[in-house]
C-alpha cells in the first residue's frame, strides 16, 4: 500500500524551478532510495515533502494531501526528516537532543521509553548520552540526527544523504542500520550520492537528473543497468 505519493511536483526557490515535475511512491515498509548528482534535486524533493520549499502538485501520505502544509504538521503527521549535513544541536547533550527530537510529546516516561528504542539500534550513543552532540565523531553525530528523527515514532523517515563525508566503516555501519530500522517496520525513502550502496539496501530506486525523474526500476535492476552503471556507479 502506498504510503508516499508525489504526483507532479514543482518546486521553486524563487524564480529558480528546483523539481520540474516529480513523481514517485513510497510503499509501506519499503526503502526506496532516489540517486542523483549534486544538484538533480535530491535534497529539494525531501522538503517538498516536508513543506521546506514552494510546491505545486500533489504530495499524499498516509491518505491525507500534504501540500501547503505547515512543517511542524508535517512532522506531527509522521513524517520524519533527517536533513543533509546532520544539524544537530551541537551544545546540547544526545541525551537534550533527543529530547528535542520528541518535541510534542509531553509524556517523560514515553520519551524515555524511545531513548531506550533508539538505543538498541545506536548503543554507541548510550556511552555518549552526557556528551554534548558537537563534540562527537562525524559517524557519532549522524547516527544522532537519526535517532531524533525516531523520537517522534514516525510512520516514514526521510533520509538526506546519510553516508556523506564518513569513513567507509561508518558507511557500512550506518547502511546496517538503516536495513535494521526497515526490517522493524519502518518505511525509509533514502536519498544518496553513493547509489552503489543505497540501491544494494533499498527494494526500489529513482534517479533524478535536473529537477525530473530518468528512470525507477527495483535496485536490483537499477544496479545491473548500464545506463546507470556508467553515470552512478563508476
Ligand atoms: P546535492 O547532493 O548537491 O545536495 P541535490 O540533488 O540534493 O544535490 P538540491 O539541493 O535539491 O540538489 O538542489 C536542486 C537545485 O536547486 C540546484 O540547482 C540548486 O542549486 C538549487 N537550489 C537548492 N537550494 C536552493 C536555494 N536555497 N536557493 C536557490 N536555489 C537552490
Known sequence: MSL???????????????????????????IVTLIGSN????????????????????????????????????????IAHVPEGRRI????????????????????????????????YFPRLKERYHQAGGTMSGGEQ??????????????ILLLDEPSMGLAPVLVDQIFEIIQELNEA?????????????????AHRGYVIQTGEIIMHDDAAKLLSNNQVKEAYLA
Not at 142 to 155: D, T
Open 4 to 30: 508516499l505519493t508525489m504526483e507532479a511536483v514543482e518546486a521553486y526557490y524563487g524564480a529558480i524551478q528546483a523539481l520540474k515535475g516529480i513523481s514517485l511512491q513510497v510503499n509501506e515498509g519499503e
Open 39 to 78: 544538484g538533480a534535486g535530491k535534497s529539494t524533493t525531501l522538503k517538498s515533502i516536508c513543506g521546506q520549499v514552494k510546491t505545486k502538485g500533489r504530495i499524499v501520505f498516509n491518505g491525507k494531501d500534504m501540500i501547503s502544509e505547515q512543517p511542524h504538521l508535517i512532522a506531527l503527521g509522521g
Open 89 to 120: 544541536f551541537p551544545k546540547l547533550t544526545v541525551k537534550e537532543n533527543l529530547e528535542m527530537g520528541a518535541f510534542s510529546v509531553k509524556d517523560k516516561r514515553l520519551i524515555k521509553q524511545r531513548i531506550e528504542q533508539a538505543f538498541t
Open 142 to 155: 549522524q547516527m544522532l540526527a537519526i535517532a531524533r528523527g525516531l523520537m517522534m515514532n514516525p510512520k
Open 185 to 201: 517496520g519502518m518505511t525509509i525513502l533514502l536519498v544518496e550520492q553513493n547509489a552503489y550502496h543505497a540501491l544494494q539496501i
